[in-house]
Nanobody, 124 residues
Framework: QVQLVESGGGLVQAGGSLRLSCATS????????MGWFRQAPGKERDFVAA????????YYAESVKGRFIISRDYAKITVYLQMNSLKPEDTAVYYC?????????????????WGRGTQVTVSS
């Protein structure tokens, strides 16, 4: 069974930075893309960023463009989300997800495997 484990969340002041990591464990899993989603209390789970696993092309939600950077370490089978210039509205639980076949990166239902999430809180 494939498991995704997020780390790196925490409490930070507005304007600060955090770096999230998502490590993979378990059986070999053929992945097409990896992504990050977030969910604030009382809201739906929203797309944040995604990376094509083989080609490294990246995709971002408009709300995080220019502030967040998604990257992957192919050898370590790990994906990262560098979050800069954080705002209080970035507060949410951040989830890592893996997509096994070609699909729409922006849609959560296209992703097959999910981590348990890591809390990010940005104070004003």
């Amino acid at each position: 069974q494939v498991q995704l484990v997020e780390s790196g969340g925490g409490l930070v002041q507005a304007g600060g930075s955090l770096r999230l990591s998502c490590a993979t464990s378990g059986r070999t899993f053929s992945r097409y893309a990896m992504g990050w989603f977030r969910q604030a209390p009382g809201k739906e789970r929203d797309f944040v960023a995604a990376v094509n696993w083989n080609y490294g092309s990246t995709y971002y939600a408009e709300s995080v463009k220019g502030r967040f950077i998604i990257s992957r370490d192919y050898a370590k089978i790990t994906v990262y989300l560098q979050m800069n210039s954080l705002k209080p509205e970035d507060t949410a639980v951040y989830y890592c997800a893996a997509m096994s076949r070609s699909g729409n990166y922006f849609e959560a239902y296209q992703f097959d495997v999910w981590g348990r999430g890591t809390q990010v809180t940005v104070s004003s």
